[in-house]
């Protein structure tokens, strides 16, 4: 590809984006499932037509997948790299403002999917509490290998350091988290962490947004497991878990596991 291919390329890609019903529908495919154009259109607030029309574009230009199962029709991001993409824009999005102030609606703000690994105020203490342990090293300042502490508590975790390490995608490495403005752990390692903590309950999945509910077992068992201590206002009687992260006070404890 030439430059001024290029050229032609980034700018259509930027107008796709740009159309506030497309911006609705990419944000919302970010948690990694699929949705029938109908849920799309109902998310865009646009008729199912023009919800047609939008996706069709957003297909021709890569950014969309559609995925065909029998008279159901089903669109996901393309890749990892649109969610990225999408990700670093609402960071640059925010930086118009002369001082930084968390915009983000609350749920969203305490966790979140990010494609495929989690982000998010409990995201980005996790990943400084890996750091902060030892158990994530630094490389070179883009990537992160584990320790081999690190190694044996993901290993226990149910994670298989080895499968991962041989996936064809970056094995860990900081991914910049638009609403705190500091990473969170991405790569390989950042997705199947996801995975632990939806497997062993400690988080669950909200219906109808990306954002992420911490159980009150999952709170218990990630001070034990991981060291972090986190204070949840648990709300009415009643409210589910994904309802539950609003107020919160994120710290360190004093739990050190041994290398």
Not at 59 to 85: F, I, M, P, T
Not at 178 to 191: E, I, N, Q, V
Request: glycine share 8%.
């Amino acid at each position: 590809m030439n430059a001024e291919q290029h050229d032609v390329g980034v700018s259509q890609v930027a107008a796709a984006i740009a159309e506030p019903a497309r911006t609705r529908m990419l944000c919302s495919l970010m948690d990694g499932h699929a949705r029938t154009s109908t849920e799309l259109a109902s998310i865009a607030d646009v008729s199912a037509s023009t919800a047609s029309a939008h996706l069709a574009k957003l297909k021709e230009l890569a950014l969309v997948r559609l995925h065909v199962q029998g008279r159901h029709r089903y669109y996901s991001l393309a890749d990892k790299r649109v969610a990225q993409a999408l990700e670093a824009l609402m960071v640059i999005g925010q930086n118009a403002a002369p001082t930084f102030t968390p915009r983000t609606p609350d749920r969203l703000q305490f966790a979140r999917t990010c494609y495929d690994h989690m982000a998010g105020t409990l995201a980005v203490r996790l990943h400084d509490r890996m750091i902060e342990a030892g158990w994530l090293v630094d490389v070179e300042g883009r990537d992160y290998r584990l320790s081999e502490s690190g190694e044996a508590l993901v290993e226990e975790l149910g994670v298989d350091v080895q499968v991962l390490s041989a996936q064809r995608r970056r094995f860990a490495c900081p991914c910049l988290d638009w609403s705190m403005r500091r990473p969170h752990l991405g790569g390989a390692l950042g997705a199947a962490l996801l995975q632990v903590a939806i497997k062993r309950k400690w988080v669950i999945q909200d219906l109808d947004s990306r954002a992420l509910g911490l159980t009150a077992s999952g709170r218990r068992e990630m001070a034990g497991w991981l060291g972090i201590d986190v204070e949840m206002d648990a709300g009415p009687a009643g409210a589910i878990a994904s309802r539950l992260a609003p107020t919160l006070a994120l710290g360190y404890s004093k739990i050190r596991r041994s290398p």
